[in-house]
């Protein structure tokens, strides 16, 4: 299980534990806000002072209920939210979560099933760490999460490809419009509903239109970071990213798997035929 050293806390740290449905602000100046849900309140409280230290502003919930109502009433930057809780658990808040929000989300849990960590990110999970993490690797993680996304947001992103174009902030790939500044993209007009993973992966494939992206690469360039994860998460997001394109794999219109290579965002006129795989 992750474990704090007391030495972490800063002094006073032994406050009043809060109601489960009650939120506690660790203030900070500027910075992100950050929704830590977990119903170990010590482990929250040790998580809550470490990353204040660092600029950030974590409002605590201790079940899935106070979490949604949380989400309802702030406009949060990233959720970290744990997978074993009583009542509502982490995979049903994710649901309820992605119903309304597409915020980065990462999700922690004392489980090493690859089955559950897959569940998770076809349900929209950004990121999955197990308890058995330090305190630097949440950081780095959190840090990465959401550095992803303000890089998405900076305009004059170069797009590469034929056919493919773009203003300061929107890729225009013929049905397909991606909207960088807003973070949303639509599809002969329709928004999609897009995790920040998937938008991301989308993005990074629109601005290599016709070239070839290995999984390390897409790996490297989606999560800014080079810890190790396992090799299935990029498969499970560009599946949930097909489905939302209508983009069947037999005869892909987008998206194409190169065999043995990766995958590649299709120009329009190469857009018939199956998969390599």
């Known amino acids: 299980m992750f474990e704090f050293s007391e030495a972490l ?28 849900v977990d119903d170990d309140l010590k482990f929250c409280r040790l998580t809550a002072d470490y990353l204040s230290r660092f600029g950030y502003a974590v409002s605590l919930s201790h079940d899935g209920e106070g979490a949604l109502r949380a989400l309802a009433d702030v406009a949060f930057d990233a959720v970290i939210l744990d997978v074993m809780m009583p009542g509502m658990d982490g995979f049903e808040v994710l649901r309820r979560i992605r119903e309304k929000w597409q915020l980065p989300v990462l ?30 690797e949440l950081l780095a993680r959190v840090r ?26 929107e890729l225009n790939l013929g049905a397909l419009i991606i909207d960088l500044a807003s973070r949303s993209a639509t599809l002969s007009g329709q928004s999609l509903a897009l995790t920040p993973v998937e938008f991301d992966l989308l993005v990074v494939l629109g601005q290599s239109r016709g070239r070839v992206k290995s999984r390390e690469q897409l790996l490297n360039e989606i999560r800014d970071r080079n810890y190790d994860i396992f090799d299935r998460s ?44």
Do not use: W
């Not at 999700?107 to 330090?134: C, H, N, Q, W």
């Not at 990465?144 to 902030?169: C, F, I, M, T, Y």
């Open 144 to 169: 990465a999460v959401l550095r992803r996304v303000r890089r998405n947001v900076e305009p004059n992103l170069k797009v590469s490809g034929e056919g493919a174009e773009s203003s300061k902030d």
């Open 234 to 277: 990029i498969d499970v997001h560009i599946s949930a990213l097909r489905r939302k394109l209508g983009d069947p794999p037999q005869n892909p219109r987008f998206i194409r798997t190169v065999r043995s290579a990766g995958y590649m965002l299709l120009n329009q006129s190469e857009s018939e035929g199956g998969d390599e795989s």
């Open 107 to 136: 999700m922690l849990t004392a489980l090493g099933d690859e089955t559950d960590r897959i569940v998770g990110l076809e349900i929209g999970a950004d990121d999955y760490l197990p308890k058995t993490f330090s305190p630097r």
């Open 9 to 36: 806390a800063p002094a006073g740290v032994e406050r009043e534990c809060f109601l489960d449905d009650e939120l506690k602000t660790a203030s900070a100046d500027g910075g992100h806000k950050l929704l830590l």
